[in-house]
């Protein structure tokens, strides 16, 4: 008799599975497919397939690239097994031949569906397929959700979204990227969520660097009050017409009249008593916890996305770590005891945690296929663990320890009196309950300082005078924005729609996300936010910049060059708004899969003529002298591999290639790289190519690998000639390298 066929996306879930439901004990490391009470359970390796590159459809299509070839279109776009995946599809063939039936356990996502549905298609399995959905991979857990299949072509829609953007994704890089390349030179990639988050950064690298700093005003009022043991500050809150549109008031002529007519005169005030509740934060989405670390911590997404990655896989620690929700069931909150009480025990920790507290975290209506990242109900030696990994399962684990403690509460004391163009508001908050600050301090305990920064006497609610204003004029300076880390980057990028100015295309964004709490408006999604910003690193578009504990996130020259030169329509979130208006027929039944597809096509037509023409990137470079070799310009730049400096002739020529690799195509060839492990400066160099010697200490012999001290200058063919100012004992005297 046949049995049901199992298919997980990942080895490691589909052991979890398997001791779920096979009634076997399954260790960590037993091979695939194993068997047990009427399943057979197999897994995937992440997706099986791909598409298939262009030249295999049309030979014209491959290397060398050209633009007479383009546009570049492939409806149904055939895929292939990846790379030496093809055993593996191979296997699940003679398997899918003695099935029953077929239960897709792909990851709760739409990609998780289509690389089973994929496999299934390639395969020609035509059976009977059920869909699972697991968010946990413990055994009770994995039992429930087996209790609750549902038919897989419900869900297929899902997938043949998800297939429409690979194909659209697939066609947009081809297309785009080969028309930037063959009309600039090199190799310049264009990509769908990587274009816009480029743009993101250059913008707010070129909003620092044009930043002009403008001087404002504010005005702040103290006089007795007769219910207070100090004298209150108010401080001047301009309505809207005085503001007339800006943040600060920037002429202080309007507020010297204000100062003028009150200076030295009574009035009266009224004070409001309320009460300010801040509920702990939700639990973590990945977005979230990728932008927590890089803020508290310094990781980069890729590090902190790679260990959430292992504390799944290899301690089954935590819940679905690609997430995009930050909500939980209900039966999450029954199990909450449990699974706090071993989360506190692997920890060593012991909080005052109550558990009748419902937070507001626990929301059915807020979880979809995904719900927020969670411990999980198990031993984990965190011992083991590196200390990075320890890092991000405290974190993890406090964050859900939080929603059993209570809010911090605070008592707030507002006062405020009229006056021409505005309010006069003094402001005193109290700490009453620190609430679950009390108990993880590093949130923070405010609540004894105003608005201001500066502290006020608690006033009673009630009327109250003021005698004997003083006023007083201070001036401040406006400040650009903060360059980028990879935390605020990551959120920016799951909120990109408040940046657009164009309100449809604004909607548009917000609307794709709506319910998805954590998500406004975002492009990309959490689980390919952190290799996109790293794409963009090794394309040379971004760089880190360490500055003190944090890493900002900056524009290369190159990477501003060539944003400026994309054509307007490819350039921004209006794309992804675009596609997910076409993929949202899709996955309804309303529009074929290609139509995502035809519409990249359509867009790339618009362009296809003019983009890039007579446009060049060439990066500046600081000339330090004369080439020996043929008398043009040397100038210096820094290596993208090493970050040391080197010196070139401006005569030589180089063209990245379409494998990436760079090859000289013009100039006479010398390059001044160093010498003996010493970069030379830019001082050094000039001198060299002046004639001049210049001395080296601490060089390095690449034969012995002992140091030493010595001259050198450039021979007549470029060429390094070292001497010594006696010769060394026992040596030939020829230059030691």
């Known amino acids: 008799m046949g049995q049901k066929l199992v298919i997980a996306e990942k080895p490691m879930l589909a052991r979890d599975i398997a001791r779920a439901i096979c009634g076997k004990q399954v260790s960590e490391s037993a091979r695939l497919p194993i068997s047990g009470n009427g399943y057979t359970v197999v897994a995937c390796a992440g997706h099986l397939l791909e598409l298939v590159d262009p030249e295999k459809v049309n030979p014209a299509w491959g290397k060398p690239w050209s633009l007479d070839v383009l546009p570049i279109q492939i409806p149904d776009w055939k ?5 030496d995946k093809g055993e593996l599809v191979e296997r699940i063939r003679e398997l899918l031949d003695d099935a029953d039936s077929v239960i897709n356990a792909g990851d709760p996502d739409d990609e998780g569906q289509v690389i089973v549905d994929e496999l ?61 390349t063959k009309r600039l030179g090199g190799l310049f990639s264009v990509g769908r969520v990587q274009t816009p988050t480029l743009g993101l950064v250059v913008n707010r690298d070129e909003a620092i660097e044009h930043h002009i700093t403008r001087k404002f005003y504010e005005l702040a009022a103290t006089g007795t009050c007769p219910d207070a043991d100090s004298q209150p500050s108010f401080k001047f809150k301009p309505g809207k017409d005085m ?62 996305q790679q260990i959430t990655q292992d504390l799944r896989d290899k301690y089954k620690a935590i819940t679905y770590n690609r997430s995009d929700s930050q909500y939980l069931k209900e039966e999450h909150f029954e199990q909450a005891p449990a ?14 945690l109550d558990f009748s507290i419902h937070s507001k975290a626990f929301n059915e209506k807020n979880v979809t296929a995904h719900h927020g990242i969670i411990p999980q109900e198990i031993e984990v030696p ?13 974190a993890i684990v406090e964050r859900y320890a939080m929603q059993f403690l209570p809010p911090a509460v605070y008592d707030v004391s507002t006062s405020a009196f009229d006056s021409d163009g505005g309010t006069f508001q003094a402001v005193s908050t109290h700490l009453r309950e620190a609430g679950f600050k009390d108990v993880f301090a590093y949130m923070g305990k405010t609540g004894k300082a105003d608005d201001d920064g500066s502290k006020n006497p608690w006033l009673p609610a009630g009327d109250h005078s003021l005698s004997r204003i003083a006023c007083e004029i201070t001036q401040g300076e406006t400040t650009p924005p903060k360059p980028y880390t990879e935390g605020t980057l990551i959120a920016d990028m799951a909120s990109i729609a408040k940046y657009v100015t164009d309100p449809e295309v604004r909607d548009i964004l917000k609307r794709k996300d709506d319910g998805k709490k954590g998500e406004n408006g975002g492009i990309g999604t959490t689980a390919t936010r952190a290799s996109i910003i790293e794409k963009l690193k090794e394309r040379g578009y971004l760089e880190d910049v360490p500055k003190g504990k944090t890493v900002q ?15 307007p329509e490819i350039a921004g979130a209006d794309v992804t708004a675009r596609w997910w208006l076409i993929q949202q027929d899709i996955a309804e039944g309303k529009a074929d899969v290609n139509t995502l597809q035809e519409n990249v096509i359509e867009v790339f037509k618009a362009h296809q003529d003019t983009a890039y023409v007579g446009a060049s990137i060439a990066p500046k470079a600081k000339v330090v002298g004369k080439c020996p070799v ?10 993208k591999k090493t970050g040391k400096m080197f010196y070139t002739c401006s005569s030589n020529k180089n063209e990245q290639q379409e494998d990436g690799t760079w090859k000289q195509t013009a100039g006479c060839g010398f390059k001044l790289l160093g010498w003996c492990g010493k970069t030379f400066t830019e001082k050094q160099a000039a001198a ?10 601490g060089c390095k012999s690449k034969t012995t690998g002992k140091t030493f001290d010595c001259k050198v200058s450039l021979k007549k063919d470029g060429s390094i000639e070292p001497t010594f100012d006696s010769k060394p004992k026992g040596k030939s005297g020829k230059a030691r390298r």
């Open 120 to 180: 299934l298609d390639y395969l020609g399995y035509t059976g009977k397929v059920e869909r699972v959905y697991v968010n946990d991979n413990i055994e009770k857990n994995i039992v429930k959700a087996f209790e609750h299949l549902v038919p897989n072509d419900a869900c297929r829609p899902a997938g043949d979204a998800a297939y429409a953007r690979q194909m659209a994704d697939m066609c947009f890089g081809v297309n785009e990227t080969r028309l930037a």
């Open 382 to 394: 965190v011992s083991d663990m590196t200390r990075d990994e320890a890092t991000v399962y405290t």
């Open 630 to 639: 043929c008398g043009e310009d040397v100038v210096g730049r820094k290596s």
């Open 339 to 352: 699974v706090l009480a071993m989360a506190m025990a692997n920890l060593g920790a012991s909080w005052p």
């Open 553 to 567: 996130i900056r524009s290369t020259e190159k990477g501003r060059a060539f944003y400026h030169l994309l054509p």
């Open 688 to 697: 060299l190519l002046e004639g001049k010697k210049v001395d080296l200490k």
């Open 79 to 83: 895929k292939e097994p990846v790379g």
């Open 243 to 304: 503001l007339a549109g800006e943040k600060h008031i920037f002429d202080a002529a309007a507020l010297e009249a204000i100062k003028e007519k009150l200076d030295g005169s009574d009035t009266t005030f009224t004070t409001a008593i309320s009460k300010k509740v801040e509920n702990p934060p939700l639990p973590y989405n990945l977005t979230v916890l990728l932008s927590d670390m890089s803020e508290r911590y310094g990781f980069t997404a890729a590090k902190t």
